[in-house]
């Protein structure tokens, strides 16, 4: 399992940027606190265009190859990742991309890590915000890692300050656990959105659990997708069949306890493949677009 997690995925690979990275800090803590200097959020701190940039790096959130952010990073900067960046040197981004960038990171320096997809409680108070940490691989097992925020950050829920390397999983959680509490009963689904003010149905409740479900399982399997993308059985629904909603409890379970090997075999089915060809809707326009993958 360590080995597959070591080696990069065609989203992680920095390609021709690997010699920039052998300067980047080794250890995990490092390497976190250098990731949380490298996006710019779209959206969480108010348009893009108040602090400073121009309207048209708005496109810089469709980048999908560490490869690719790399380089832009590389432009912007060429400092190697480590140090304070000021925010017009940092790619416009979200979660996922801070996730991708630390992930890329800690393969490059032999650490096993992987990305995971769910849902974060402490983000906004009363809600469990769709978000993307890292998972990376220590002696004592997978600690989740939040590459996004700033050291000394406090849980709005509490005011208590947690520990960024090893994010308590009751605050953050998986697809797997955020399926399995909805279905259960132990969390409203309803409380699983991407935002509360955003007023698109399929965006929240058990639509969207099923949505990150899935992405969580491509993540496992080194598909480091974009948020906004969908294949297969992924589809913009507001009501899931009895078949999808069995499906997804089988899943889930599946993936609290499976190996790698386990999580590789169950990727191949039709229904959650990632295929060569996948659709993505890009925002805020929701803009409706086919990819093709590298």
């Known amino acids: 399992m360590d080995d597959f997690y070591v080696s990069h995925s065609r989203f992680s690979d920095p390609g021709p940027h690997a010699d920039w990275l052998d300067a980047t800090p080794r250890t ?8 949380s200097q490298l996006v710019f959020h779209y959206w969480a701190q108010g348009d893009i265009t108040e602090h400073g940039f121009p309207a048209a790096r708005r496109d810089e959130i469709t980048l999908r190859y560490a490869t690719d952010m790399w380089a832009r990073l590389r432009t ?14 940092r790619i416009v981004g979200c979660c996922r991309d801070f996730t991708l960038l630390f992930v890329s990171m800690a393969r490059h320096h032999g650490i096993p890590a992987r990305a995971r997809v769910g849902f974060a409680s402490y983000l906004m108070p ?19 890692v939040e590459p996004q925020l700033s050291p000394g950050f406090r849980d709005p829920v509490d005011d208590a ?30 409380r699983l959105v991407v935002s509360p003010d955003l007023d698109v149905p399929f965006l929240r409740g058990i639509p969207y659990a099923w949505h990150n479900l899935v992405l969580d399982l491509a993540a496992l399997n080194k598909h480091e997708m974009l948020q906004w993308d969908t294949w297969g059985a ?3 629904s507001v009501s899931l069949p009895p078949a999808t909603l069995t499906r997804a409890d089988e899943l889930a379970e599946l993936m609290a306890t499976a190996g790698a090997e386990q999580l590789q075999a169950e990727f191949e ?10 659709r993505t809707v890009t925002p805020p326009e929701q803009h409706l677009a086919e990819v093709v993958l590298r």
Do not use: K, M, Q
């Open 126 to 144: 009363g809600w469990y915000l769709d978000h993307v940490v890292a998972e990376v691989r220590v002696d004592d097992g997978w600690h989740l």
């Open 234 to 236: 992924l589809d913009d």
């Open 28 to 35: 995990i803590a490092d390497l976190r606190e250098a990731a």
């Open 161 to 190: 300050e947690f520990d960024l390397l090893d994010v308590p999983r009751d605050r953050f959680l998986t697809g797997p656990d955020a399926w399995t509490a909805a279905r259960a009963g132990n969390l409203d689904p309803a």
């Open 269 to 278: 089915a039709d229904d959650v493949r990632v295929p060569p060809v996948i």
């Open 76 to 89: 912007l900067d060429p400092a190697p990742p480590g140090g304070s960046r000021p925010p017009l040197h």
